[in-house]
């Protein structure tokens, strides 16, 4: 008595995790958009201090812009944030009957530090422009 395990493409596309699952998904995405973000930060600085490159100064311009930035900063936090967070309830595996919990005080957390990040690199901006 098998059931059937046959799903339309439009079927299987429709998200039934919830919010851990995203989590999980993010800390995935935020990881690897580290690594490329570092690992082109190191050819390009490498590429600039070696040969001059035109395409490492372009790169580099890239980086400086505010928001890569934001977005760098965005991923870190997330990234430290969350792996805190799996850490803790690694720590003390009672507590994964409240990792829905966990995971709205991350997010309680992350606004609020996310948020003056943002406000002081904007901040930062405008001093430096003015």
Not at 99 to 107: I, M
């Amino acid at each position: 008595m098998a059931t059937s395990r046959r799903v339309g493409f439009f079927q299987g596309l429709k998200y039934k995790g919830g919010g851990p699952m995203i989590a999980w998904m993010l800390h995935r995405i935020t990881g690897v958009g580290i690594l490329v973000i570092v690992g082109l930060h190191v050819i390009s600085s490498f590429a600039m201090q070696q040969m001059g490159s035109e395409w490492a100064t372009s790169l580099n311009i890239i980086y400086e812009s505010d928001l890569f930035q934001i977005l760098v900063a965005s991923f870190v936090i997330f990234h430290a944030l969350n792996g805190t967070r799996i850490a803790l309830l690694d720590l003390w595996p009672r507590f994964q009957v409240y990792q829905r919990e966990a995971l709205w005080l991350q997010w309680f957390i992350l606004v609020p530090i996310l948020g003056l990040t943002v406000y002081f690199l904007i901040q930062r901006t405008l001093a430096a422009g003015g």
